[in-house]
């Protein structure tokens, strides 16, 4: 039985999480992404090296000539088992950090070795991602109305109920009129469909579904988090250029295969923590105050599908005296 129950991996990812959150948040409007996006990765990366695990990096900062820390292929933890894939979003929506905007979020997913999707090739992904109640209902091959119209009776709603979240962005404008003709509400978001995602699946954030095209990265990240939360996400790969219509054909990439939240991340167990940075509709973000701050997280497992939301009080004093990043 102990075996079968075994480490929740998710409680201790949080602290990767909160640690990044709490160095990022000190940025918060002040226009310097890529000093939060540091503050953020350096957080990261300490704590998750004192995780008892042999992590690779699958989903990080890119390629390892281009980010210095959680490139693709670098090695995290500090023991041979269990041997995992780990994808990182230090900071989705830095742009929202940096402008002092809402919902930006730190997060971090771990499954099974050799278990996240990789895409290689192409950079976007249409989406589609529900909860449980709605998980199939879903097929990012039929229409907008018709998506629209099947979600709305499993929820039992009228569409018009419906609040439809995606990307604010020009790519999305024919889709933003087809759910207006649809008669559905639509949350534009400038960044972070990571979020959008967990709030599509996650009851009572006001938001039922999330559409649209975003990165590749994000949508396995997205989908490590719906794994847990038992709703259900289907992607395809969508290629935004020549130069990626061109890789798809030299390497045979089927773009028209439809990607489930089990293609994009399987196993059968999923770790998936995020914590805050800007307040939003998920996840309070950080507040600092004289001697300390708080945060507020969201830790799941998809094995028993446990989904915990911890509200941690940081003191900097204790931190400090151990080397932990507070700021
Ligand atoms: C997407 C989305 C991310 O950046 O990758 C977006 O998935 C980039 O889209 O959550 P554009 O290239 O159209 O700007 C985020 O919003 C934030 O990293």
């Given at each position: 039985m102990e075996q079968q129950i075994g480490r929740n991996l998710a409680l201790e990812l949080v602290r990767v999480t909160e640690a990044a959150a709490l160095t990022a948040g000190?940025?918060?409007?002040?226009?310097q992404k890529e000093a939060a996006d540091q503050a953020a990765v350096d957080a990261m990366r300490m704590v998750l090296n004192t995780i008892p695990m042999d992590g690779v990096v699958v989903?990080?900062?890119?390629?390892k000539d281009k980010a210095?820390?959680?490139?693709?292929g670098e090695h995290l933890g500090c023991?041979?088992?269990?041997?995992t894939d780990i994808a990182v979003d230090?900071?989705?929506?830095t742009r929202l950090l940096s402008q002092g905007m809402a919902n930006s979020i730190s997060t971090v997913a771990v499954a099974e070795r050799g278990s996240m999707f990789e895409s290689p090739y192409v950079a976007y992904m249409d989406k589609i991602a529900v909860g449980p109640e709605a998980a199939?209902?879903?097929?990012?091959?039929?229409s907008v109305e018709t998506n629209l119209k099947n979600v709305a009776r499993a929820l039992n709603?009228?569409?018009?109920?419906l609040t439809v979240v995606m990307l604010d962005?020009?790519?999305h404008e024919e889709l933003a009129q087809q759910v207006r003709e649809a008669g559905a509400r639509i949350r534009f978001i400038m960044d972070g469909d990571v979020a959008g995602a967990v709030m599509a699946a996650?009851?009572?954030?006001?938001?039922d579904i999330l559409m649209g095209i975003g990165g590749a990265p994000e949508a396995v990240v997205a989908a490590c988090a719906i794994r847990c939360i038992g709703g259900e996400m289907q992607c395809k790969l969508w290629p935004r250029n020549e130069e990626e219509w061109a890789s798809v054909h030299a390497h045979g990439v089927d773009v028209s295969r439809v990607l489930t939240a089990a293609d994009l991340v399987h196993g059968d167990d999923v770790f998936f923590a995020a914590t805050g940075i800007t307040d939003g509709e998920l996840l309070k973000g950080v507040h600092y105050f004289g001697d300390g701050a708080t945060t507020q997280s969201v830790v799941m497992r998809s094995r028993f599908g446990t989904t915990r939301r911890v509200d941690t009080v940081h003191r900097p004093s204790k931190l400090d005296a151990y080397g932990v990043p507070f700021d």
């Open positions: 000190r940025w918060m409007g002040r226009g989903i990080g900062e890119g390629a210095p820390m959680l490139f693709e023991a041979d088992e269990p041997k230090p900071i989705d929506g199939d209902a879903v097929d990012i091959n039929a709603r009228d569409v018009r109920d962005r020009p790519r996650t009851p009572g954030t006001g938001i």
